[in-house]
């Protein structure tokens, strides 16, 4: 079988996403960066492999994968244990709403690109970035607080008291939002089920810090 390449870049949340669920399911990787703020991420050689030009891109099964989350469903289906959704309709689905609070609605209005763009295009200062970031994650973290505090499936984690798909799109978030000064003191249960997540090799072992072409 040939080797599990995983393109990406240390800082990417949604690379993030992929090693933390490449983890939980014992796959073993190899990695290539992809730095985003050097812009290798349209080298011709990986426009080869992901024409979008964005990272992730995952090689495995003799076939390249991208987009993160549909990366992680691939994974879910050809590697279904440890399970990252629950079993039950009504359980896939909640987990599901979370994870995509994170991965749809936050991600793509503060993701790297869009950073920028709001200086380049709109001459937005370090300041004016930064409010930008904490707004948004502010809009839905607020939501995502209360469906977590407040419904009886929420265990150690998200949902239960195994990792699963909305802890996987739940910690790079709060990474993410640590570099932009979010007050986390008004997101105790989030706050909780991250620490909880950090307690796991799996999540440990994908932090951005720990990744060879960490900066």
């Known amino acids: 079988m040939s080797a599990v390449i995983l393109h990406g870049y240390f800082r990417s949340s949604a690379a993030f996403r ?17 730095h985003l703020r050097k812009g290798e991420q349209r080298a011709p050689d990986f426009l080869k ?21 549909a990366i992680i ?3 879910e289906e050809t590697r279904p244990a440890p399970a990252l959704l629950p079993k039950d309709s009504a359980g896939r689905a909640r987990v599901r709403a979370l994870a995509y609070a994170h991965a749809i609605e936050i991600h793509p209005i503060n993701n790297l690109r869009v950073l920028q763009d ?10 004016a970035v930064a409010d930008w970031f904490r707004h948004w994650v502010n809009e839905t973290f607020g939501p995502i607080e209360t469906m977590l ?36 003191s008004v997101y105790p249960v989030i706050s909780r089920i991250h ?10 072992d994908a932090m951005p810090a720990k990744q060879p072409d960490a900066e």
Do not use: W
Not at 20 to 32: H, T, V, W
Not at 118 to 127: P, S, V, W, Y
């Open 18 to 34: 992929t090693r933390i669920a490449l983890n939980l399911k014992g796959i073993a990787y190899g990695q290539k960066s992809r």
């Open 49 to 69: 492999l992901n024409p979008q030009g964005l990272v992730p891109a995952l090689e495995i099964d003799g076939r390249v994968l991208t987009q993160s989350l």
């Open 73 to 75: 469903e691939y994974l």
């Open 118 to 127: 709001l200086t380049a295009r709109f001459g937005a200062d370090e300041k």
């Open 149 to 184: 505090a407040n419904d009886s499936a929420t265990g150690k984690f998200s949902h239960g008291d195994t990792p699963g798909l909305a802890d996987v799109c739940l910690v790079p978030q709060v990474v993410n939002n640590m570099r932009f000064d979010v007050d986390m």
């Open 195 to 204: 620490k909880a997540c950090l307690e796991l090799p799996a999540f440990a």
